[in-house]
């Protein structure tokens, strides 16, 4: 027997090793892009909802701005619902303030639901409520998602910012 021969039996299976191993690692690398591709798919979904509540926080700011005799009326939470109520439609019980003169009270009544009909259709289990911030003179404005409740959001020392909290917190001066 020669010293080829003998070199050519232990390398047999070498080449069938070795397209495993490079299997293997292709294998790991593809996970890892399925794992960051879900990552984004679900940050970028965050992200949605994060600029959906922003828009209705805006709005929210505007129209207690624009009715100033009624901050107070905006800023107790019992003047917004608990619970999210979304439907496909316009709510029937609007008062249609565009056609028609009303008092401050009744503007805000409307500006309240509208705010929390877009909320609650925009996002999913969107919630959105006015109240006085009890870290200081400022008043909030909270969206939250997720049926998490707007309470939930706030805390006497601050804003959550738990990693899980679904919320938007905007403070506006009053």
């Known amino acids: 027997m020669s010293l080829l021969q003998t070199d050519r ?14 299997l293997l690692i292709i294998a790991i690398g593809a996970l890892g892009y399925a794992g960051l591709q879900l990552t984004a798919l679900r940050n970028s979904g ?7 509540a922003a828009m209705i926080a805006q709005d929210a700011i505007e129209r207690i701005k624009s009715n100033p005799a009624m901050s107070d009326y905006y800023a107790d939470p019992d003047n917004w619902p608990a619970s999210a109520n ?17 008092t401050a009270e009744e503007m805000a009544d409307w500006d309240i639901k509208q705010l929390v009909w877009a909320a609650s259709t ?14 200081g003179s400022l008043g909030c404005v909270v969206v939250s998602w997720d049926e998490q409740a707007p309470a939930l959001c706030l805390s006497e020392d601050g804003i959550n910012t738990a990693d899980d909290s679904q919320c938007l917190v905007m403070e506006i001066q009053r």
Do not use: N, Y
């Open 46 to 52: 965050d992200a949605a909802d994060r600029a959906h």
């Open 86 to 102: 979304g439907s496909a439609g316009s709510p029937e019980d609007w008062k249609v303030c565009r056609d028609a003169v009303c």
């Open 9 to 22: 039996r232990r390398q047999a299976g070498v080449g069938l090793l070795e397209v495993l191993i490079a």
């Open 122 to 135: 925009s996002l999913l289990g969107g919630r959105v409520m006015a109240t006085d911030c009890d870290f």
